[in-house]
Each structure stands twice: as C-alpha cells, then as structure tokens.
C-alpha cells in the first residue's frame, strides 16, 4: 500500500500542474491584473541597484517587474519545481538569464541552507487574504472564487478558482490573526512581530483597472478579500 504524501509534496503536485497556465492568468483575472498593479505601485518608481528575494515568487511574474524596475538581481523561492521552470523560460526568452536565480524550497521553513544574495533590513512587499468569506470572494465576479471554506484551528482553509483557461485550482488558507474587512489596522500586529514596521495597505485606486472602471470595483473596495502590504524590515 502507498503512503499518503505530505501536504508540502501535493501542494508541489498542484502547483506544477498548472504553471503556465497560472503564469498568464495575470493578464486575465480582473483580480490578478488588480494585484499586479498594486504589487508594481508598492515596489515604487525605482529598485536600481537593489537585490530582491521573492519568497513564493512562483512562475516569476512580479520578479520580471522588479528586474524592470531596475533591481540588480533576483532570487526566487518556491515549493514548485514547475514553477519555477517557468520563470527560468521566460528569462531565457528575455535574454537575461543571469539576473534571476531559482531556489526550491519552502518559505513556510528555515531558509538558511541557500546561499541566497543579499541580508539586513530592507523593504517588504507582499499580498494577503484579509476576509476569504467576503461577498466578492465568492461572486466569480473578479474571476477568482474561494470555495468550500472550512474551520482549522486558529483559521480557515478554502479551495481558490483561477479563471483561465484551463481554470487553476488550489487549496489556501488565512490565520485569523490577519483576517479584517477592508484596510482595516487590526492586521498590523503580525507583521510588527517580524521586525515589520511602517506597515501600510496599498489603496486600491492606485491601479489602474479601479480608475478606469471604479462602479465594477465598487464590491471589491468595500470588502476584499486580498489585500496588498508594503512595510519596512528591520
């Protein structure tokens, strides 16, 4: 009889199975091109010079913009070795396969075995689940959906749907401790006990889908259920 695999070996599974096709939904999801925006409007005008470590960078695509925002280097960490395949294609396309570098592992456990460029304080930027039983996340309207909530101890674990083609389904999860609606502050305190200060949530007008067409954004604004946070790292 074959043992049941971790959850750390079927999450790899899922994630290498439909890598390419999560690495286009940035530029289909309503959501994802939301959160692309706002990923580009925390990184600010300018990376020039810095290095960058992309914990769960997946298939690459906020790494690339911080590469064109003139970031000297990259690394990427992620538990998908599909993933990761995909980023390294795409660099190879750019021509610029030097400035990126790939790393297997899970952000979720030590790091400290990779010889990973780049320590000391620096600037964080990172999205995350902030009410995963909001109206908006269960509409389809912003083509993500999260499904078949269910209690664990001290959150909540839900099934994502990414629009696509095919769909790209997984599995997630958010602690309670970071769960609120809207931009609300109750969220600081995780991230300042790990060394994260000057936390703040990017507004959602800063992107460009949200100027344009701010009456389809109107249900997303008032309670989403993702959020993007830049901070300092100390």
């Given at each position: 009889?074959?043992?049941?695999?971790?959850?750390?070996?079927?999450t790899?599974?899922?994630?290498d199975?439909?890598?390419?096709?999560?690495?286009?939904?940035?530029?289909?999801?309503?959501?994802?091109?939301?959160?692309?925006?706002?990923?580009?409007?925390?990184?600010?005008?300018?990376?020039?010079?810095?290095?960058?470590?992309?914990?769960?960078?997946?298939?690459?695509?906020?790494?690339?913009?911080?590469?064109?925002?003139?970031?000297?280097?990259?690394?990427?960490?992620?538990?998908?070795?599909?993933?990761?395949?995909?980023?390294?294609?795409?660099?190879?396309a750019?021509?610029?396969?030097?400035?990126?570098?790939?790393?297997?592992?899970?952000?979720?456990?030590?790091?400290?075995?990779?010889?990973?460029?780049?320590?000391?304080?620096?600037?964080?930027?990172?999205?995350?689940?902030?009410?995963?039983?909001?109206?908006?996340?269960?509409?389809?309207?912003?083509?993500?959906?999260?499904?078949?909530?269910?209690?664990?101890?001290?959150?909540?674990?839900?099934?994502?749907?990414v629009?696509?083609?095919?769909?790209?389904?997984?599995?997630?999860?958010?602690?309670?401790v970071?769960?609120?609606?809207?931009?609300?502050?109750k969220?600081?305190?995780?991230?300042?006990?790990?060394?994260?200060?000057?936390?703040?949530?990017?507004?959602?007008?800063?992107?460009a889908?949200?100027?344009?067409?701010?009456?389809?954004?109107?249900?997303?604004v008032?309670?989403?259920?993702?959020?993007?946070?830049?901070?300092?790292?100390?």
């Amino acid at each position: 009889m074959t043992p049941p695999i971790s959850h750390a070996e079927q999450t790899k599974l899922e994630y290498d199975s439909f890598a390419p096709a999560y690495d286009s939904s940035h530029t289909k999801s309503p959501l994802r091109k939301l959160e692309y925006q706002l990923i580009r409007h925390a990184l600010g005008p300018s990376l020039t010079g810095l290095t960058v470590l992309d914990l769960g960078g997946g298939s690459g695509v906020h790494a690339r913009q911080a590469l064109e925002l003139g970031a000297a280097s990259v690394d990427i960490i992620d538990i998908s070795p599909g993933m990761l395949q995909v980023a390294a294609n795409a660099e190879k396309a750019l021509g610029r396969e030097r400035a990126m570098r790939f790393f297997e592992g899970d952000a979720a456990k030590s790091l400290a075995h990779l010889p990973l460029r780049g320590e000391g304080p620096g600037r964080f930027v990172g999205i995350r689940t902030s009410n995963p039983e909001s109206s908006s996340a269960r509409s389809g309207k912003y083509g993500v959906v999260l499904k078949e909530h269910r209690r664990i101890p001290g959150g909540v674990k839900f099934v994502v749907v990414v629009d696509g083609d095919p769909p790209v389904e997984f599995e997630a999860g958010c602690p309670d401790v970071l769960r609120s609606k809207g931009l609300e502050a109750k969220g600081l305190k995780p991230y300042k006990r790990f060394g994260l200060t000057e936390v703040e949530f990017m507004p959602f007008e800063a992107a460009a889908v949200v100027q344009r067409d701010p009456e389809f954004w109107k249900d997303y604004v008032e309670d989403p259920f993702a959020v993007v946070v830049r901070a300092v790292k100390m």
